[in-house]
């Protein structure tokens, strides 16, 4: 579930960042859960994505200076049999073995 809480963080801090009401910098961490490093290092990955992310000190808030629209979608799906083993590329042993009182996973 992890994986799905950053995506929910994401989004919402594209949507502050959207109605252009972050707040500064600490304030938006603080809001968001996460350090001000964090902060920094998803506005950086969103750079990456293209977006121009600037900020206001009259306004005390970030903005995007392009054009830039974040659309996240997952699908799920289960796996036949098959597909599940061309996925795992194999099988692997549900029980651990010991070889010289030493854990060894087997995975072929």
Do not use: C
Not at 16 to 29: N, R, S, V, W
Request: charged share 25%.
């Amino acid at each position: 579930m992890i994986f799905f809480n950053e995506i929910e963080r994401i989004q919402r801090l594209h949507k502050y960042i959207m109605l252009q009401k972050t707040g500064t910098p600490d304030e938006f961490a603080s809001r968001l859960h996460i350090s001000r490093r964090q902060l920094y290092n998803i506005l950086d990955e969103l750079r990456d994505l293209g977006a121009v992310i600037e900020y206001s000190r009259s306004r005390y808030t970030f903005y995007y200076g392009n054009d830039f629209d974040l659309n996240i979608s997952i699908k799920v799906t289960t796996l036949n049999n098959m597909e599940n083993r061309l996925v795992n590329g194999g099988f692997s042993y549900s029980v651990p073995s010991f070889v010289h009182r030493r854990h060894v996973s087997l995975f072929t």
